[in-house]
């Protein structure tokens, strides 16, 4: 079955840094990956996804995620971080079946000034 | 804007009491899913409805039912709610394309059970 792993479950940054968000993932077959960011008491918002194509993926608010095959990877970066940025944010790979998404266990982001 | 809806956003039941969330969407989607988000935890899939085909994963306990009337609406009965079911209950709606479904997400609706 088709897993991610989020590397760090807290990541504490000032405004205005640099951020990279770790995750690998594990699969026999091609894989759709994509990544969510929710902020407290709400739903899931997509970042972005890579499905094919070109391995760097752009989304919304500036983010955005490469995917490296050969290291099983999909690190979600942004270039200078805001206080708004604070949100847990979680990894997720499409499963065999194309329905269910399996989430890692997600990173929380903290932005502070 | 075409959305998923849900309702309450914030549910309170006693021990035992059923309970039923609803949720709805504008998207005109053909998979709707309902996920159970503990704290602090990844969401995890109960079940998901492809059209009117009902698929429930394994190891999602019975007391957890859904329904779906329509394309539009779907929702969760929960039949004895025990205090571990207390969660953010999180519904979502995909179009099947090329092989992969993209997932919006609703707002959630937090349930308390006393």
């Known amino acids: 079955a088709q897993s991610v792993t989020q590397l760090d479950s807290q990541v504490p940054v000032f405004e205005e840094a640099p951020v990279e968000l770790r995750c690998n993932y594990s699969s026999s077959v091609s894989v759709y990956l994509f990544w969510y960011v929710q902020y407290p008491n709400q739903g899931l918002q997509l970042l972005l996804k890579y499905l094919s194509g070109s391995t760097l993926v752009k989304g919304i608010n500036g983010f955005e995620a490469e995917f490296n095959k050969s290291q099983t990877s999909f690190h979600l970066r942004k270039p200078s971080v805001h206080i708004s940025d604070t949100a847990e944010y979680f990894c997720a790979v499409s499963d065999d079946s194309g329905y269910a998404l399996n989430f890692g266990k997600g990173t929380s982001l903290l932005v502070t000034p | 804007d075409a959305m998923v809806i849900q309702n309450p956003r914030y549910q309170v039941t006693q021990f035992g009491k059923p309970v039923t969330l609803s949720c709805s969407q504008t998207l005109n989607h053909n998979v709707m899913y309902w996920y159970q988000q503990k704290s602090s935890q990844a969401p995890k899939l109960l079940f998901h409805?492809?059209?009117?085909?009902?698929?429930n994963e394994a190891d999602t306990p019975d007391n957890f039912q859904s329904r779906r009337p329509n394309t539009s609406f779907c929702f969760l009965d929960i039949r004895s709610p025990g205090l571990g079911d207390a969660a953010m209950y999180l519904c979502?709606?995909?179009?099947?394309?090329?092989?992969?479904?993209?997932?919006?997400f609703g707002p959630g609706t937090r349930l308390t059970v006393l």
């Open positions: 409805y492809y059209d009117k085909d009902f698929n």
């Open positions: 979502a709606t995909s179009r099947e394309e090329r092989g992969y479904n993209e997932q919006f």
